[in-house]
């Protein structure tokens, strides 16, 4: 059988459903499996954060708040450490 073969002799055991069966059963299994979420009471609100993910996401924040810091920091040192040798960057070195 090639392609799209639709003759009497070549019809499938199993024919696909009619079309308007197939729109109505895709309606109640969107409706059974969609959850409704509450929508936002203000534009930007977002909606709130499962509880079992909260540890999770502190952890995630502290370890972002600390490399920014972190990077901050060095950064602060490196400069003064240079100025204290009275090295100035080259204007067209990129800073990193």
């Given amino acids: 059988m090639t392609g799209s073969d639709t003759s009497a002799e070549n019809l499938p055991e199993n024919p696909p459903l009619p079309e308007s069966v197939r729109d109505h059963l895709g309606h109640e299994l969107r409706s059974v499996y969609t959850e409704p979420t509450p929508e936002p009471r203000f534009l930007g609100d977002e909606p709130s954060v499962p509880q079992e993910f909260e540890p999770q ?3 995630l924040e502290t370890r972002l708040k600390t490399h920014e810091e972190g990077t901050e920091a060095v950064e ?4 003064r450490i240079l100025d204290a ?4 960057p080259e204007a067209g070195d990129p800073k990193k």
Avoid: E, K, N
């Fill in 76 to 79: 602060q040192a490196l400069d």
């Fill in 85 to 88: 040798f009275g090295v100035t």
């Fill in 57 to 59: 996401l502190r952890r």
